[in-house]
């Protein structure tokens, strides 16, 4: 069994900037690809970021490409999503992801997933 944990999450006043942590535990294996996606009020869970299993690939949503940056760290096994220059429209519920794949496909089968962290970006 898989567990995906985040943590960081927050209120943060427009311009500023958060750090989410993912840390993954369990039987996942050594391949795998950390994304994050995330959940506004009355919206469909959408593709924020995604990172390989090397970490030498990542991929970003056009919202969020230039402010956000993931990473990982295989030797804890846990990701990051580092946000700067937040905004009221990046409020939402922010969720790890996990894809067992050597080439990350983003709009593909996210097979883990964490319980969510709230974000909230106040004007």
């Known amino acids: 069994q898989v567990h995906l944990v985040e943590s960081g999450g927050g209120l943060v006043q427009a311009g500023g900037s958060l750090r989410l942590s993912c840390a993954a535990s369990?039987?996942?294996?050594?391949?795998?690809?950390m994304g994050w996606f995330r959940q506004a009020p009355g919206k469909e869970r959408e593709f924020v970021a995604a990172?390989?299993?090397?970490?030498?690939?990542?991929y970003y949503a056009d919202s969020v490409k230039g402010r956000f940056t993931i990473s990982r760290d295989n030797a804890q096994n846990t990701a990051a999503l580092q946000m700067n220059n937040l905004k009221p429209e990046d409020t939402a519920v922010y969720y790890c992801a996990a894809q067992v794949a050597v080439v990350v496909v983003p709009t593909g089968f996210w097979a883990y997933w964490g319980q969510g962290t709230q974000l909230t970006v106040s004007s």
């Open positions: 990172i390989n299993w090397s970490g030498v690939d990542t």
């Open positions: 369990g039987r996942i294996g050594s391949v795998y690809a």
